[in-house]
């Protein structure tokens, strides 16, 4: 008789998803031979790249868990190539002129090329990583539970103080109304040399207070077992409705979808994939993706662009493990941008001091840079296009760099993995920190090393700081 959780593991679905998706490469591959096509090339790549990271790790990783960080890796993949190259091969309008940059589809297949080898050199490196940190000391007073009336009164008083720094940051971007819902919000900083633009990183991180104590809070209870009271949804309600406020007004939809899908990560590390709960979790991420892009294509007029649609939004928004962004920076670099040498990789030292004290600070990231000088563009200033893990490795040390860049970050994932895993049956916080941190790791696909950084360092200790307290007064 088969047993369907073996079945259902991941390293076996990983083996099904390769063996059906490596004929249908091939097929995309000989269809663009015979009919001279390119489109079909590229779709071919696309297919492939999900086809090796999925066959490498399904024959190879046979304790894979649900909760790993190549999973998200793989979503990412899926959306930046694999979508990416069928939007670019058959997608059509503006926003598919855009993203060809004045470029043909023989200069993406040049760069999925480069993907598909950034894909090999990750893999390769997460499987072989056996490596982990003391993540104990961090994390081990979180074992034991807390009393119900500390974490109401500590959720009550993080709600207020996160509400009131939406508000203040809503205020300061220029309030509430259909078109600022519609746009990212950034706070405009005079210099000497112009208008400069900051991105409210204080108001931000003081917003998102509630999101590591929601975490902690979900996993504590799914680990006693009990049925939630009405303090306890009350709770929950709280902390959510505080933690979506400020991405949902700034229009960040991926800050939205990764707080609902940090709420199912925590469930599937203490209780498994269970359906009844993955479920209403996908159906929700979904629903606010949705109105949120419906908002943004309001504001910019670009229905027709896909952006109302969120599959085709993702598909077209060449973000991800992206194609279109390494393609650019392989095929432009270092002739319309100098090598950086290293020097992308420190500028999370300066992250902080605010930019109202020093509006000429050098930028965490290289987005803006990247498309002032590689892509043509008239889109408002304050915009970048990242480079991601592959195209920053590409910017500072060439070839080379994309690679080292590739293995460094496969052993990354792996060792933050190996560190938390044998903790989770145990202790509630190890479950929130490893979910705390994770997105933040996996957003290197589609952002910069300093950028991942300061992330960490926010994430990790706003859970320090919202969590020791409630354990403190525990031990009292």
């Given at each position: ?102 470029e043909v589809l023989s200069f ?46 500590l959720a009550l008083c993080l ?223 304050q915009s970048g296009r990242p ?90």
């Open positions: 008789m088969i047993d369907a959780r073996e079945l259902l593991a991941p390293n076996n679905i990983y083996k099904f998803v390769a063996v059906v998706t490596l004929p249908l490469a091939v097929g995309l591959a000989v269809c663009g031979w015979l009919l001279m096509d390119n489109r079909f090339h590229l779709v071919a790549i696309g297919v492939f790249a999900p086809c090796v990271f999925c066959g490498l790790l399904g024959v190879i990783h046979k304790q894979m868990h649900w909760a790993e960080p190549v999973h998200l890796i793989l979503l990412y993949m899926i959306v930046g190539t694999t979508g990416a190259s069928v939007f670019l091969s058959f997608g059509e309008g503006a926003r598919r002129e855009f993203l060809l940059s004045g993406f297949i040049r760069g999925a090329i480069w993907v598909l080898l950034g894909v090999v050199a990750f893999v390769i490196a997460y499987l072989a990583t056996r490596m982990r940190a003391p993540v104990v000391r961090l994390v081990g007073y979180g074992k034991g539970s807390y009393r119900p009336a500390s974490m109401f009164i709600a207020t103080a996160s509400l009131l720094a939406t508000v203040k940051f809503v205020q300061m971007t220029g309030g509430i109304s259909v078109d600022q819902l519609s746009q990212k919000r950034w706070q405009e900083v005079q210099g000497e040399s112009g208008t400069v633009y900051g991105g409210g990183g204080y108001y931000r991180a003081l917003a998102g207070l509630p999101v590591p104590l929601l975490l902690l809070h979900v996993a504590s209870l799914l680990h006693t077992r009990r049925r939630p009271s009405l303090v306890d949804i009350s709770v929950l309600v709280l902390l959510f409705g505080s933690a979506i406020a400020m991405p949902f007004l700034s229009n960040s939809r991926s800050g939205v979808v990764f707080i609902v899908l940090e709420v199912a990560v925590v469930v599937v590390i203490v209780r498994g994939l269970n359906p009844r709960v993955i479920m209403p979790c996908a159906l929700v991420m979904l629903f606010l993706f949705g109105v949120m892009s419906y908002y943004r294509s309001l504001r910019n007029n670009r229905i027709e662009r896909g952006d109302s649609n969120p599959i085709m939004s993702l598909a077209s928004s060449g973000n991800g493990l992206s194609v279109v962004g390494t393609s650019i920076i392989t095929g432009r670099v270092p002739e319309q941008m100098e090598y950086k040498w290293g020097f992308s990789y420190l500028t999370w030292v300066t992250t902080p001091i605010p930019r109202s004290y020093w509006p000429e600070k050098p930028n965490v990231g290289l987005g803006r840079e990247i498309k002032a000088k590689l892509v043509a563009s008239d889109a408002r200033e480079p991601g893990f592959l195209g920053e490795g590409y910017i500072n040390f060439g070839p080379i760099g994309l690679v080292f860049a590739a293995v460094g970050f496969g052993f990354l994932a792996r060792m933050l993995w190996n560190s938390f895993q044998s903790e989770f049956s145990t202790n509630p916080l190890a479950v929130a920190m490893y979910v705390v941190l994770m997105p933040p790791l996996c957003q290197f696909v589609n952002s910069g090393f300093s950028e991942m950084v300061v992330r960490l360092l926010t994430e990790g200790a706003s859970l320090w700081i919202v969590t020791f307290p409630l354990f403190l007064s525990r031990s009292r």
